[in-house]
């Protein structure tokens, strides 16, 4: 699996290189961000902009990414999702449990803030 990286300061932004959302891509994401966070990563935005088509089984996944990042302290925002991907993504019931921005800029404000967030909390 192709993917395409941009390590920021404070965030890793993942763009999956494939037309087609699906079990094999989330297993591979969820691969990828393990390896990142061993590299010292904590927040990732993952840009979905190339996938059109999705596999409802990926779904459980991605919300699984989430949860693990959340209990650990981490961020994952999902940006870039196409109508085909967001509406089976709705009808699932999934939209709010997990993190969407629809644009990068509002994906990194997302991030941005939880990390403000997580140093405030840290604090008291």
Excluded: W
Aim: glycine letters at 2%; proline letters at 3%; hydrophobic letters at 40%.
């Amino acid at each position: 699996m192709e993917f395409k990286f941009d390590t920021k300061p404070t965030y890793t932004v993942i763009t999956p290189q494939y037309d087609a959302l699906d079990v094999n891509l989330t297993e591979q994401l969820a691969e990828q961000i393990s390896l990142y966070i061993n590299k010292g990563s904590n927040n990732f935005i993952i840009d979905m902009q190339m996938c059109a088509t999705c596999d409802n089984k990926s779904f459980e996944q991605l919300a699984a990414m989430h949860e693990d990042c959340y209990v650990n302290q981490r961020s994952l925002v999902f940006t870039g999702l196409q109508a085909t991907i967001l509406q089976p993504l709705n009808e699932s019931g999934l939209t709010d449990m997990l993190n969407i921005a629809p644009t990068m800029q509002e994906a990194v404000d997302i991030v941005s803030m939880e990390i403000l967030e997580r140093d405030l909390m840290n604090e008291e």
